[in-house]
Nanobody, 121 residues
């Protein structure tokens, strides 16, 4: 069993900052890519940022220069530092991780439960 637990969402004014965290736990042999997605009401879920096993990162164009993704491999945790937040960043943010479990040769994608981020004055 693997779980992803997110924290750090909330209400913030435009121009403010938030930091999201997502910790993976359970029967984990190795964590590969980790990332953050978001889904706004009436819209499809979209990739916000991802960080791969070697540390390479990629970002959605809409968040480049404002958001930073990082990870702590020892803690199987991924972070998303969000600065200069805009109302259009309002969404439920989901953590995703590509994980190989003990005793298995393949890997599977896992999702967190989601955390609400609301940017409003």
């Amino acid at each position: 069993q693997v779980q992803l637990v997110e924290s750090g969402g909330g209400l913030v004014q435009p121009g403010g900052s938030l930091r999201l965290s997502c910790a993976a736990s359970g029967s984990i042999f190795r964590v590969y890519s980790m990332g953050w997605y978001r889904q706004a009401p009436g819209k499809q879920r979209e990739l916000v940022a991802a960080i791969h096993g070697g540390g390479n990162t990629n970002y959605a164009d809409s968040v480049k220069g404002r958001f930073t993704i990082s990870r702590d491999n020892a803690k199987n945790t991924v972070y998303l530092q969000m600065n200069s937040l805009k109302p259009e960043d309002t969404a439920v943010y989901y953590c995703n991780a590509d994980i190989q479990r003990f005793g298995r040769y393949d890997r599977d994608g896992y999702w967190g439960q989601g955390t609400q981020v609301t940017v409003s004055s």
